[in-house]
Structures are given as C-alpha cells and as structure tokens.
C-alpha cells in the first residue's frame, strides 16, 4: 500500500517541532492505512507475538509491571503491506526533518503497542540513561471512535509548564523531542492500539 504526506503536513510538523518541541496532527495517516495496521496488530495480538514491554535497552531491559503494562511487538520490513505503507510513510517524514531542521536521523525503530483496559505507562522520557540516539519520538494511534470518557490520554508535560493530553483517535500522529517532553499514557477503559517508534541519530560507539 502506497501513500505519500502532503506538503503542508510535512511544513506543518516542521514547523511546530522547531517552534514548540512537539507536534499534533488529527489526520496524519489514511482510515484505509490505520484499518489495516489495526487489524495486523489485533491478528499478532490474538495469536500471542505481543509481549509485555520492558523498561530500559539491551541486558538492563526488564519488566516492571509498576511502570507499564502494554504488550509490544518490533516492526520489520516485510512483513506486510500495511507495515511497509507506515515505514515508508515515516521514511518520507525523517527525510523532510533532516532537510529542514538538519537533525541528522538515520532511521526510525517502532512497535505495535497494545494497551489492555486499566494499562499505563507512568511518566518518563523517551531516552536512555546509556545511549541518547533516539532525537524524536513518534506516535500513530489505530482507535475509531474514540471518547475523551474511555481515559488512555498521552498526556505531554510541555516546555511552558502546559500540560496536554492527547487522545489516540484512529489517524492522529504526535511527534515530540525525545529529550525534551516527559510523558505518560494514562489507563483507558477499552483496548487501546498504537505504533509508537523513534527517529534516531547516528550512535556515537564504534561498531
Ligand atoms: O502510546 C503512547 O501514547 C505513548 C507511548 C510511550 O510513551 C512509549 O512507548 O514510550
Ligand atoms: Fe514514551
């Protein structure tokens, strides 16, 4: 499946980045797009690939049910239509913020996460104490019909002391610097799917 984001969004999610650290756009990806990753990610879900997410990188990773309880799944390239779609989509975006905010990503890591009913993710930024690739981080949400009473907000603990929450509405995508914005997913009464991923920096270690 193939998609391309218009012009103004790109300009769009530039500009709120370089000016605010963050971005909110309500109809980032087509309904046609979200149904299927929606639906890839309910078929992983039921045949038990997702599992319980934990905090931290590498041998330091463990599961901390305190901390957050979705269940995540790495995407790959080739795995299908609907992934490939999203990457692609993606790609476009890293290439346009380093065209025009110099920020030197060289590639975007994501999951499917899933968020049973009463699942949280308490407040943190998206950084790693060992390693600082990861410069933004990026949220498409896959959840029709949404209602601000079902709870499961990402509530974004600004720069200027806002606090905002953003509800994951089916199409919408949050952008936001990673360093920069501590967050949390609050509980929701209902399942709540997403691709969370990160556009990362060059590391710094050899290979
Ligand atoms: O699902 C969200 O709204 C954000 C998830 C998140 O903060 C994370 O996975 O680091
Ligand atoms: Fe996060």
Known sequence: ????????????????????????????????????????CRQRISQGTLAPAGTGRGNA???REGTRGDHIQWLEAGQSPACDGYLQLLDELRVALNQSLYLGLVDYESHFAFYPPGAFYLKHLDRFLDEDRRAVSAVLYL??????????????????????????????LVVFLSADVPHEVLPASRDRLSLTGWFRRRGDSPL
């Open 1 to 40: 499946m193939t998609t391309d984001i218009s012009d103004s969004l790109l300009s769009r999610i530039i500009d709120d980045l370089a000016e605010f650290g963050w971005s909110l756009q309500t109809q980032f990806a087509p309904q046609s797009l979200t149904r299927q990753l929606a639906e890839e």
């Open 61 to 63: 990773v463990a599961v």
């Open 143 to 172: 959840n029709e019909d949404w209602l601000p009473e079902e709870g499961g907000a990402l509530r974004l603990y600004l720069a200027d002391g806002e606090v905002r929450d953003v509800w994951p509405q089916a199409g919408t």
